[in-house]
């Protein structure tokens, strides 16, 4: 079954992320390369797992438990993304990287989008979301007469905040299409539901974490930044 988000999460390391290091003295600015350590702004764990996973080496900082939650209300994946990196960064004065994701569904207008945590409801589990999103496509399915184009697609704004003022964002994007029942147990999120096009037809729920972060918007979008970090 599908993992809940882990509310525990910025009260230990994060799994396969280094242990070094506490959140005292002034962090660096902006220089060459990528930062050797960065706070995570993430509240979720799963993410910051796969984050891990994709950096290797940089040191990654768990969000700490006192940072209050960041109110998510930009109207866009970067505005989110900036906002969840500017406020670990004010909090921390280190380096600060956050992620905003969005599964864009092309039958219900780009939606989830934004709002892909929420869609079931604030508090809302990954199952309550991916049965929410299967019902919604069954029913316009089925008003369409059993035709219906499934494409979407994953998008992830990856923000990284410098004291000083430097900001550098960038982008990955997968695309796909949801099928019609879960299937897999890896993952998280709406990965049982989503089969990216150039896969085998697996969904990422199926595939071994590595197959996911070489295809995914998150993978693309960390590789990117590092891109434009020159690292
Ligand atoms: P933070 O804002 O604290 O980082 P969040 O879970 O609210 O955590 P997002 O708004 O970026 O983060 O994520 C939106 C939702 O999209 C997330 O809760 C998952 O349900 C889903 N999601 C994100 N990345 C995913 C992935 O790689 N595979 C499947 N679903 C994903």
């Known amino acids: 079954m599908q993992k809940e988000p882990n509310p525990a999460f910025g009260q230990g390391p994060i799994p396969g992320a280094s242990k070094e290091g506490g ?14 350590r960065v706070v995570l702004a993430t509240a979720n764990a799963d ?7 994709i950096m290797g080496a940089v040191v990654l900082v768990p969000r700490p438990e006192w940072v209050p939650e960041v109110e998510e209300t930009g109207s866009t994946l ?5 906002l969840k990196a ?9 380096p600060s990287l956050a992620d905003d994701t969005g599964l864009e569904v092309d039958a219900l207008g780009g939606a989830p989008g934004v709002w892909s945590a929420r869609y079931a409801g604030p508090n809302a589990s990954y199952d309550d979301n ?3 999103l299967l019902a919604e496509l069954n029913q316009i399915e089925s008003r369409a007469g059993g035709n219906l184009d499934r494409r979407a697609r994953f998008r992830t704004v990856i923000a990284l905040a410098f004291e000083g003022g430097d900001e550098v964002i960038a982008q990955g994007c997968v695309e796909g299409w949801i099928c019609n029942e879960p299937r897999g147990a890896a993952g ?5 539901v989503f089969v990216p096009e150039e896969g085998d037809g ?10 996911k972060h070489a295809l995914s918007h998150r993978g693309r979008a960390l590789r990117a930044l590092k891109d434009l970090l020159g690292a």
């Open 23 to 36: 959140l005292d003295g002034p962090g660096p600015s902006r220089s060459s390369g990528f930062p050797p």
């Open 47 to 53: 993410k910051a797992a796969e984050i891990a996973e």
């Open 78 to 82: 970067e505005e989110n993304a900036l």
């Open 86 to 94: 500017r406020a670990l960064l004010a909090a921390t004065g280190e």
């Open 130 to 132: 991916v049965a929410k």
């Open 188 to 192: 998280f999120g709406y990965d049982p």
């Open 202 to 211: 697996k969904t990422f729920a199926e595939m071994e974490a590595s197959e």
